[in-house]
């Protein structure tokens, strides 16, 4: 009976971690989404989309440290609820009076916050509420939610934007967003989780700090190339021939395949004996090279250039954040907020790009993405190499 309690809160536990981090995803990947419509109504260019997807990343920069240091301070349900509210009205902020690139990027400061706290109280919940023996699938599962986001944005293009307007999907990712709010329910008991113990009995924290930050380096430059084939996805799809329609399905299907790809890859961390963060490598690795299809251009090439690119720099932050918190159980939420540096990334990266596309071309855009995302799979192997020597040596008999 006990056993299965906590296997039942345990998988509460991962639905609501996915909910809601869904919601705290939903602003900005709409905005990245309906990037043409949004910046034709309000009047802005490239630049203007990149700087505004970076505004939200870059919130979760500033915010990331304080707010990680909240999460375990309120508890995870609390914290996730205050985010998911927060992400509505950030929704509904824009659907009703983003009438320039200004309010747009104001709204997304208040998406961003809430996201910075989703993140943290997310991964509290599951290193507290999930076996030791299912948290490499429970990440897998968290993390899903972002592309979720992402595929419901792209989904949404033709089946809202293009029909009622793209400020009545922003409505109904407000909706959405205050209804997960909702889903979240009740506080637990605030008892101390079985992972939690197990965790401290098994793994000990890294000795050396310097790990950290090579990891945090390669999930900021992961994130920035992500973030950068995010932002401009669409845009470059419809420049390369593709219908409106047309490149939302393939946004869509892409964010399917980073879906199916950080499950997949949370399962094999819980079944399979390798370094992580070597997964990490391989699947920026594959990014990199959809990137480089989508520096190749043509209606063709990317199609399978954005699955690629999409499925691979943002298939890793599952296997990242497993790789990560087994190794700090006690204070999920301080080493999250610990990363918020990486967050940077974020910004630079749809800055970069845009800047990159409208002074030189969009191919060295999408060359300088590509070359970015190869640098973070060489520190996630690094990472690797450095992890292992942080661990506690076996025990002997």
């Known amino acids: ?82 985010a998911s509210f927060g992400a509505g009205v950030s929704a509904l902020g824009i659907a009703t009076s983003a009438r320039a ?42 993390q899903s939610a972002p592309p979720t986001a992402s595929m419901l944005a792209g989904l949404s293009v033709p089946v809202i934007a293009l029909t009622v307007g793209w400020r009545w999907a922003f409505a109904v990712a407000a909706i959405a967003a205050v209804a997960m709010a909702i889903a979240v329910g009740p506080t637990p008991s605030s008892a101390p989780a079985p992972v939690a113990r197990k965790g401290r009995q098994k793994l000990q924290p890294l000795r050396d700090p310097g790990t950290l930050l090579l990891l945090a380096t390669g999930f900021g430059l992961g994130f920035a190339s992500n973030s950068a084939v995010l932002a401009f996805f669409v845009d470059a799809a419809t420049r390369s021939g593709l219908s409106s329609s047309a490149a939302g399905l393939v946004f869509a299907a892409s964010s399917l395949a980073a879906i199916i790809v950080r499950v997949v890859a949370g399962i094999a961390c819980d079944r399979l004996t390798f370094r992580p963060l070597r997964l990490c490598a391989a699947l920026l690795t594959t990014g990199a090279v959809g990137v480089a299809l989508l520096a190749a251009g043509g209606p063709g090439l990317v199609p399978v250039g954005g699955i690629m690119a999409i499925a691979g720099t943002w298939g890793f932050p599952g296997v990242f954040w497993f790789a990560v918190l087994r190794a700090y159980p006690q204070t999920p939420g301080r080493i999250t907020g610990a990363m918020a540096p990486a967050s940077v990334g974020g910004v630079l990266g749809p800055i970069g790009f845009g800047v990159l596309a409208a002074n030189v071309s969009d191919g060295a855009a999408w060359w300088a993405t590509a070359g970015v995302a190869l640098l973070a799979a060489l520190a996630m192997l690094f990472g690797a190499q450095r992890l292992a020597a942080d661990a506690p040596p076996p025990a002997t008999t």
Do not use: C, E
């Not at 706290?117 to 507290?128: F, H, K």
């Open 1 to 82: 009976m006990v056993r299965s309690a906590g296997a039942a809160s345990g998988r509460r536990a991962m639905v609501i971690a996915s909910l809601a981090t869904v919601a705290g995803s939903l602003p900005v990947f709409f905005t990245a989404a309906m990037a043409v419509q949004v910046s034709h109504d309000l009047n802005f260019g490239t630049v203007g989309i990149g700087a505004a997807v970076a505004t939200f990343f870059g919130t979760m920069a500033l915010t990331s440290m304080y707010l990680g240091r909240v999460a375990d301070r309120l508890g995870a349900t609390r914290s996730l609820r205050i």
């Open 101 to 142: 690139w200004w309010a747009l990027a104001g709204w997304l400061v208040v998406s961003g916050t809430a996201a910075a706290l989703a993140q943290p109280a997310a991964n509290r919940l599951l290193i507290n509420r999930v076996r030791i023996t299912r948290l490499g699938t429970a990440f897998g599962l968290k």
